[in-house]
C-alpha cells in the first residue's frame, strides 16, 4: 500500500503565498515523476506542475513564473511553492505520484486533495 498525504493549503488572499506539500509513504521502490494537479468546481483536472526524479519540471501555462515545484527524494517528498495567487487559481489540488513498488509495480498513486481558496 502506498499513501500520498497532502498538506498547506487553505484561505489566501489574491497576492498571497502558500506552500504545499506532499509526503509518499508505504512499499515503495522508487519513484518517478511527481506533480501536482487541480481541479475547479465544473472543470476538469488540469496538471500544474510535475517534476522527474532527475529534477527536470514542466508547468501549465498559467502558473509559470508564480508556481515553483521542487522535491526531496530522500523524504519522498514533493512541495509547491506559490506565489502572486490569484482567484482563478482556487482548486482543489491533488499530489501524484509515479512510483515501483517492491515487485517491481508501476503505480500511479493519488493523494486525497487539499483546498486552495483565493479571496479577499
Known amino acids: 500500500q502506498v499513501q500520498l498525504v497532502e498538506s498547506g493549503g487553505g484561505l489566501v488572499q489574491p497576492g498571497g503565498s502558500l506552500r504545499l506539500s506532499c509526503a509518499a509513504s508505504?512499499?515503495?521502490?522508487?519513484?518517478?515523476?511527481m506533480g501536482w494537479y487541480r481541479q475547479a468546481p465544473g472543470k476538469q483536472r488540469e496538471l500544474v506542475a510535475a517534476?522527474?526524479?532527475?529534477?527536470?519540471?514542466n508547468y501549465a501555462d498559467s502558473v509559470k513564473g508564480r508556481f515553483t515545484i521542487s522535491r526531496d527524494n530522500a523524504k519522498n517528498t514533493v512541495y509547491l511553492q506559490m506565489n502572486s495567487l490569484k482567484p482563478e487559481d482556487t482548486a482543489v489540488y491533488y499530489c501524484?505520484?509515479?512510483?515501483?513498488?517492491?515487485?517491481?509495480?508501476?503505480?500511479?498513486?493519488w493523494g486525497q486533495g487539499t483546498q486552495v481558496t483565493v479571496s479577499s
Open positions: 517534476i522527474t526524479s532527475g529534477g527536470s519540471t
Open positions: 508505504g512499499s515503495i521502490f522508487s519513484i518517478n515523476a
Open positions: 501524484n505520484a509515479d512510483l515501483y513498488g517492491p515487485l517491481d509495480e508501476l503505480m500511479d498513486s
